[in-house]
Nanobody, 118 residues
Framework: VQLVESGGGLVQAGGSLRLSCAAS????????IGWFRQAPGKEREGVSC????????YYADSVKGRFAFSTDNAKNTLYLQMNSLKPEDTAVYYC????????????WGQGTQVTVSS
């Protein structure tokens, strides 16, 4: 099982980025996929989670209305569209897979850096 993130970068406040998480070795429908972020000196924070088996997508209050989760099942890739970015969104973003959104995450990507300048 492998998860590979991409799409991070430097953007000005108010801008947008789309992160990708390419999965191999498993089928999306069998796992919930979560996005997490960790800023320097801060604990890791859950950003979003989507589970097709549970039929639910969750967002942290800090990103609700600005971030959107989508999937391309044909490519086994999922995306996190991030709009109206703020400097406090600056962090390393990770995607991870679990049996359900509230379960322990078994598989993690390597992370992609997002930097939002003011």
């Amino acid at each position: 099982v492998q998860l590979v993130e991409s799409g991070g970068g430097l953007v000005q406040a108010g801008g947008s980025l789309r992160l990708s998480c390419a999965a191999s070795g498993f089928t999306f429908g069998d796992y919930a996929i979560g996005w997490f972020r960790q800023a320097p000196g801060k604990e890791r924070e859950g950003v979003s989670c989507s589970s097709s088996s549970e039929g639910s997508t969750y967002y942290a209050d800090s990103v609700k209305g600005r971030f959107a989760f989508s999937t391309d099942n044909a490519k086994n890739t999922l995306y996190l569209q991030m709009n109206s970015l703020k400097p406090e969104d600056t962090a390393v973003y990770y995607c991870a897979a679990a049996r359900g959104c509230q379960y322990d995450y078994e598989y993690w990507g390597q992370g992609t850096q997002v930097t939002v300048s003011s």
